[in-house]
């Protein structure tokens, strides 16, 4: 069943297009990723998603339902997880919980009750009645997921989840939000952290210039425009003399050689015997090999 | 958009008004000192040390004569200043409306919510300014505590004003402009410390055709005083059109610059 469906979504800024006629759609239980250098679009699809950006053409869907004609019928229903935490610094971490629940109009009751019960989800019990500038960077990232399962969403909308946290409290988020997902939570996120996307997202688009490039599986992506092992080594101009003397196809990139290819043992040992043993690496191809291939190298903004 | 935006108004923007209050109740201590204060200060140094120079103002005592004046410019500044420094805190800063526009309330329910709540902190300001100017002897009982329910409207036409220009304003410094040269020289300049009646007939029009305070100022000496015109109902009637107007101005520039 598709949560969300999306056709030539369009919205201009001025002349400016942040989107630029996309069209993908999500599934039921999924985790669908949305990566993009900065300035790709991502944040601005997740808010029409979420109704508070208004497209400027094509058709959005979520639950069935227009985001342009029922945003309260959808908001009811999904949860936001912001880029920026925006927690309510006038009070309480539990109080920050009930008073956003009565933005859905939850009943007092229910809501101290499942406050108390995503204060211990998210592992902030402890804090229940600490003030908010008290709470550390992974907290307060915690205090607004729990905040966005307050009306137990059936969507859940994540702008880049983990950003800037430590590695303990990364694995956390990503071990709760697979737990949503086996829940039966829909999750949508965007990330710049290519092994969370590989590691979490069941589906992903790649975005650039408001554009959609590629769409698919972490695997699928990589198999398909990264191959599957890239063979690395230092880019002497006697390396690549003699690759290009082999017949090898490369890509250097900066002070490095990447050699793509499913026969690594081979690429090396060509490497080895013949050329300079500089610096030779054997990796797995990963969902960055595809990302920098795609969007390129060049520094954005 | 029907309706200039009211219509995108639910029972959302009372969880607002809610918000606003519970922040206003944990933080009570210090936000009880004004209305308590500040009668006492202006009428120690205003009404009896400049009153001693004054006989009296058309056979009323000076301190009597500004106590009305007190309580219209409380209900100005509480409201006033809630929408504009403290939500553009709250919109810019904390991002409070943005966390709230991602529930079921539209931005309207948000506007609306903060509005109404800009008039409850000027009602209940302008109500715990009755016992210290009672104390006084400077209003009487009860007449007087209809101040209470006028404070209301009268808040609401403060707070849709202060809201149209957190809308506009590019920063909050420049919140500074409408503070210094509108909402002071109102203060002034409203028949607060002297009857708007010695001012040059022009003057006068001008006063009661554009300035919100006059208005508000006429209806509460009204009250103290007891003395009830037919010019009580045109101020009544302008407190009610404006402030209706500048609420839909202000959820139509929030909007506007809230969602895009």
């Not at chain 2, 009404?47 to 120079?53: D, H, R």
Request: charged content about 20%.
């Amino acid at each position: 069943m598709e949560i969300i469906t999306a056709d030539n979504l369009e919205k201009y800024f001025g002349t400016l297009a942040a989107v630029d006629g996309i069209s993908f759609s999500v599934q039921r239980g999924e985790i669908f990723g949305f990566l993009g250098p900065n300035g790709a679009g991502k944040t601005t699809a997740m808010k029409m998603i979420h109704c508070v950006s208004k497209r400027t053409g094509g058709e959005l869907r979520v639950f069935g339902m227009d985001t342009d004609t029922d945003p309260r019928q959808i908001k009811q229903r999904l949860g936001v997880v912001p880029q920026e935490n925006n927690p309510d610094p006038d009070f309480t971490t539990f109080q920050n919980l009930t008073i956003y629940a009565r933005y859905f109009g939850i009943p007092a009751s229910e809501a101290e009750q499942r406050a108390e019960e995503l204060l211990e989800f998210m592992q902030l019990s402890e804090k229940r009645d600490a003030p908010i500038e008290t709470l550390s960077g992974g907290m307060k990232r915690r205090l607004i997921i729990a905040r966005a399962l307050m009306n137990e969403p059936e969507l859940l909308i994540l702008d880049e989840p983990t950003i800037g946290l430590d590695p303990q409290a990364r694995h956390l988020i990503w071990e709760k939000l697979r737990h949503l997902r086996s829940l039966g939570c829909t999750l949508v996120m965007t990330t710049h952290y290519l092994d969370e996307a590989e590691r979490l997202c069941d589906r992903l688009v790649i975005m650039n210039s408001g554009k959609i490039l590629v769409e698919g599986s972490p695997a699928e992506l990589v198999r398909q425009y990264a191959g599957e092992e890239i063979v690395e080594a230092a880019a002497s101009p006697g390396t690549i003399a003699c690759l290009k003397e082999q017949g090898v196809e490369f890509e250097v990139f900066g002070d490095t050689i990447q050699v793509q290819t499913s026969d690594p043992q081979n690429i090396a040992r060509t490497l080895m015997e013949s050329c300079r043993r500089e610096r030779i690496t054997v990796r797995r191809a990963t969902l960055e090999d595809v990302f920098l291939k795609l969007t390129g190298r060049t520094l954005r903004e | 958009m029907a309706y200039g935006g009211l219509s995108e108004i639910s029972r959302g923007a009372l969880a607002v008004w809610r918000r606003n209050l519970d922040a206003f109740i944990k933080t009570y201590r210090v936000n009880f000192i004004p209305p308590f204060v500040e009668p006492l200060l202006y009428l120690l140094a205003l009404g009896y040390g400049v009153g001693a120079l004054i006989q009296d103002v058309d056979g009323i005592p000076y301190p009597i004569f500004i106590a009305p004046a007190l309580v219209s410019i409380s209900v100005m500044y509480s409201a006033f200043f809630e929408c504009t420094y403290s939500s553009y805190v709250r919109m810019y800063y904390q991002k409070t409306f943005d966390a709230m526009i991602a529930t079921p309330l539209s931005i309207e329910d948000v506007i609306c919510g903060e509005i109404l709540w800009g008039a409850t902190r000027g009602t209940i300001y302008a109500a715990l300014m009755i016992p210290v100017l009672f104390l006084f002897g400077v209003i009487d009982l009860p007449t007087s505590l209809l101040l209470i329910p006028f404070a209301f409207p009268a808040g609401i036409l403060f707070s849709a004003i202060g809201m149209c220009f957190t809308a506009i304003t590019p920063s909050i410094d420049a919140l500074n402009y409408p503070a210094f040269l509108f909402i002071t020289p109102m203060f002034l300049f409203s028949g607060t410390f002297f009857p708007i009646s010695i001012l040059p007939q022009a003057l006068q029009y001008f006063a009661f055709g554009f300035l919100p305070l006059a208005n508000v100022v006429n209806v509460n000496r009204a009250i103290t005083m007891a003395e009830f015109s037919p010019m009580l109902l045109y101020n009544i009637v302008w407190v009610l059109l404006v402030a209706l107007l500048f609420f839909i101005i202000a959820l139509n520039l929030m909007k506007r610059r809230l969602v895009n």
